[in-house]
């Protein structure tokens, strides 16, 4: 089955509830303690990751079935007012930007009232045409900050697996450090 935690931090019940929905990419970051230990400081965190995931076209398969992607997601779940997306990668490039509308419009309808979404690295030239996608929407959605984690992570590759894209520990500490740092910024933490 693909990997999904949606269990939140114990003893979080102050602090404001955050909805982080990935692919693979992120999924390093429920398995390595120190990120998550990052991660989820100061906020109540819903895990729901999933190897494989897309936006609104039906996901890929990983050992047999294929996850929610994040449109299908949002009515099983109940969603909260701060969402962080890292989702794209198993999106074909031609439909992404659809996809993203669609997933924006599908959030805002669950209920969230701000979305943090990560860039993608850019180890495609699809990937870089990708996250002009992202920053164009920032436009007509005042809700979405884009968090540039192609920025943040270009001068570490050692963040990576073989692949670029995959992280390793470093990878998952840097994913989560900058995620919680956009999180104070917003005034979530």
């Not at 494989?52 to 050992?63: A, F, H, I, M």
């Not at 449109?71 to 969402?83: K, Q, S, Y």
């Not at 959030?107 to 701000?114: F, M, P, S, T």
Request: charge should be negative.
């Amino acid at each position: 089955a693909a990997a999904i935690a949606g269990q939140p931090a114990s003893g979080a019940a102050s602090n404001q509830r955050v909805t982080f929905i990935g692919d693979s990419i992120a999924t390093s970051l429920q398995y390595e303690p120190d990120a998550l230990r990052i991660l989820q400081s100061g906020i109540d965190l819903d895990l729901q990751l999933a190897v494989c995931r897309r936006l609104v076209q039906e996901s890929c398969p990983y050992k047999g079935t294929r996850p929610l992607t994040l449109v299908d997601l949002l009515p099983t779940i109940p969603l909260a007012p701060t969402v962080v997306v890292s989702v794209g990668y198993n999106d074909p490039a031609s439909t992404f930007a659809d996809s993203v509308e669609q997933a924006l419009t599908a959030l805002e309808k669950a209920g969230a009232q701000r979305v943090l979404w990560l860039t993608l690295t850019e180890e495609r030239q699809s990937y870089k045409d990708m996250n002009e996608v992202l920053r164009a929407a920032v436009a007509k959605h005042p809700e979405v900050t884009v968090v540039d984690w192609q920025m943040y992570s270009r001068s570490h590759p050692d963040w990576f697996q073989d692949d670029g894209l995959h992280l390793g520990y470093g990878g998952a500490v840097g994913m989560a450090t900058l995620i919680h740092k956009k999180l104070v910024e917003a005034g979530v933490v």
